[in-house]
């Protein structure tokens, strides 16, 4: 069984950043596809990006691409998501989830993982 547990959420003004983190532990934690998703209250659950297993394929929503950028940590089994030029659309619950499947494809489908974090609430004020 692998475990997710996500940190690094907060509040932050328009325009500004915040980095979150996820650190995955137990099962295969080493060889997991990794994403980010986010749900607004009232709103589905929604892709925001991916890294494969190997970190050779990197996806994003077009709602942050150009202003987030999700990396792998020295230690495998960690994750983060640098995100810069925060506007308050950017408000959300940050799930981290984890997949085992290794492929090329971008996974954007919360059902296609496996392991999910608590998540951490990101506030952004205009």
């Known amino acids: 069984q692998v475990q997710l547990v996500e940190s690094g959420g907060g509040l932050v003004q328009a325009g500004g950043s915040l980095r979150v983190s996820c650190a995955a532990s137990?099962?295969?934690?080493?060889?997991?596809?990794m994403g980010w998703f986010r749900q607004a209250p009232g709103k589905e659950r929604e892709f925001v990006a991916y890294?494969?297993?190997?970190?050779?394929?990197?996806h994003y929503s077009d709602s942050v691409k150009g202003r987030f950028t999700i990396s792998g940590g020295n230690a495998k089994n960690t994750v983060y998501l640098q995100m810069n030029s925060l506007n308050p659309e950017d408000t959300a619950v940050y799930y981290c989830?984890?997949?085992?499947?290794?492929?090329?494809?971008?996974?954007?489908?919360?059902?296609?993982?496996?392991?999910w974090g608590q998540g951490t609430q990101v506030t952004v004020s205009s």
């Open positions: 890294r494969s297993w190997n970190g050779g394929v990197i």
């Open positions: 137990g099962g295969t934690s080493d060889s997991l596809g």
């Open positions: 989830a984890a997949t085992t499947l290794q492929t090329h494809t971008p996974l954007i489908v919360p059902t296609l993982y496996l392991f």
